[in-house]
């Protein structure tokens, strides 16, 4: 069965970086996309980033852009978000998770109702 699994969370003083990793297993698509979101207590889930699986296309959210860098290494079946000058308000729940067709536009890529499959997420602290 597919499976995300999200790694790489933990605390980190403000101004430092974290690299999270979404390692993917259980489906053979050739064309699909995986996104990134996140959920801090009492908010909404956040569409941060996605990256295509064929090209490497990639969107971002504008809370994000510039600090955050979403890239993958298909050798290793694994999606990675390297988070740099983290703030304390980006201390959230992240989550990968999997859109399962090769239509994903840049007005949907953040719309948590377009995915199929979630991780279990991982937390990430921006705290000194």
């Known amino acids: 069965q597919v499976q995300l699994v999200e790694s790489g969370g933990g605390l980190v003083q403000p101004g430092g970086s974290l690299r999270l990793s979404c390692k993917e297993s259980?489906?053979?698509?050739?064309?699909?996309?995986i996104g990134w979101f996140r959920q801090a207590p009492g908010k909404e889930r956040e569409g941060l980033s996605c990256i295509s699986s064929w090209n490497s296309n990639t969107y971002y959210a504008d809370s994000v852009k510039g600090r955050f860098t979403i890239s993958r290494d298909n050798a290793k079946s694994t999606v990675y978000l390297q988070m740099n000058s983290l703030k304390p308000e980006d201390t959230a729940v992240y989550y990968c998770?999997?859109?399962?067709?090769?239509?994903?536009?840049?007005?949907?890529?953040?719309?948590?109702?377009?995915?199929?499959?979630w991780g279990q997420g991982t937390q990430v602290t921006v705290s000194s």
């Open positions: 259980g489906f053979t698509l050739a064309h699909y996309h």
């Open positions: 998770a999997l859109h399962t067709s090769p239509f994903l536009g840049e007005a949907q890529f953040s719309d948590y109702r377009a995915y199929d499959y």
